[in-house]
C-alpha cells in the first residue's frame, strides 16, 4: 500500500541513493540528515511497504518556504506520486503558516514545470546559469496562497 509519511532517518541511505541516481549534483545522506534535525525544515516520502518510491520537502522562512527537493524513482513516474506528495506538502506548510511557497527548476525540465504548473506555480523570472554540470538557467516559480 502505498503511503506518504515524514521522512525519518531510517528512510535517509534509499533517499540518497534515488537523489544520487537522478541528480549531477544530488545532496548527500547528511543534507538530508541536516534537514531532518532544522525545525524550519519538513520533508516526506513516499513509500511502499519500506521501498521509498519519491520525497520532497522545503525549509520555511517566516511566511516563506522553498521548495528544495522533489523526485521520483524512474520506474515509479507517469502515476501521480509527484502529484501527491506536493499537495501534502502544500498542505502540511500551509498548516505551518507559509503562504507563498518558491521553487528552482532547470528550464529544460519539462515535465517538472508542467507539474508545478498543474499545482498552481507560476514563473517569476529567470536566474542565469544558476545550475551546473551541465550549466543551465533556472526558472524561479511561486505559488501565492493567498490568490487563491
Ligand atoms: C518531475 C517528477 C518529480 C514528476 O514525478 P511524477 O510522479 O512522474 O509526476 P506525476 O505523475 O505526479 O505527474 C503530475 C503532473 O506532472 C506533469 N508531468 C509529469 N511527467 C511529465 C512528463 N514526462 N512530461 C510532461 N509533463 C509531465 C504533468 O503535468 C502531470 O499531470 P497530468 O498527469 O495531469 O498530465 C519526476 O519526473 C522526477 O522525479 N524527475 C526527476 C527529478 C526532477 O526533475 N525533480 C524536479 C527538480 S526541480
Keep these: 500500500?502505498?503511503?506518504l509519511h515524514p521522512m525519518k532517518e531510517k528512510d535517509l541511505p534509499q533517499v540518497a541513493a534515488i537523489e544520487a541516481s537522478i541528480f549531477s549534483q544530488p545532496w548527500s545522506e547528511k543534507?538530508?540528515?541536516d534537514a531532518l534535525h532544522q525545525k524550519a525544515a519538513f520533508?516526506?516520502?513516499?513509500?511502499e511497504e519500506?521501498?521509498?518510491?519519491?520525497?520532497?520537502?522545503f525549509y520555511q522562512s517566516f511566511d516563506e518556504a522553498d521548495i528544495t527537493n522533489v523526485?521520483?524513482?524512474e520506474s515509479e513516474r507517469g502515476r501521480g506520486m509527484a502529484r501527491a506528495m506536493?499537495?501534502?506538502?502544500l498542505k502540511e506548510g500551509k498548516n505551518?503558516?507559509?503562504a507563498h511557497f518558491t521553487l528552482e527548476v532547470r528550464v529544460s525540465n519539462a515535465p517538472a514545470i508542467h507539474l508545478y504548473e498543474k499545482l498552481g506555480f507560476t514563473s517569476a523570472g529567470i536566474r542565469k546559469n544558476f545550475y551546473d554540470c551541465p550549466?543551465?538557467?533556472?526558472?524561479?516559480?511561486?505559488?501565492?496562497?493567498?490568490?487563491?
Design 1 to 3: 500500500m502505498l503511503t
Design 31 to 33: 543534507g538530508f540528515l
Design 43 to 47: 520533508y516526506l516520502v513516499a513509500a
Design 50 to 57: 519500506e521501498k521509498i518510491l519519491g520525497y520532497c520537502g
Design 71 to 73: 523526485a521520483v524513482r
Design 86 to 89: 506536493l499537495t501534502e506538502l
Design 96 to 98: 505551518r503558516g507559509v
Design 135 to 148: 550549466k543551465e538557467d533556472a526558472m524561479i516559480m511561486w505559488r501565492h496562497e493567498a490568490l487563491d
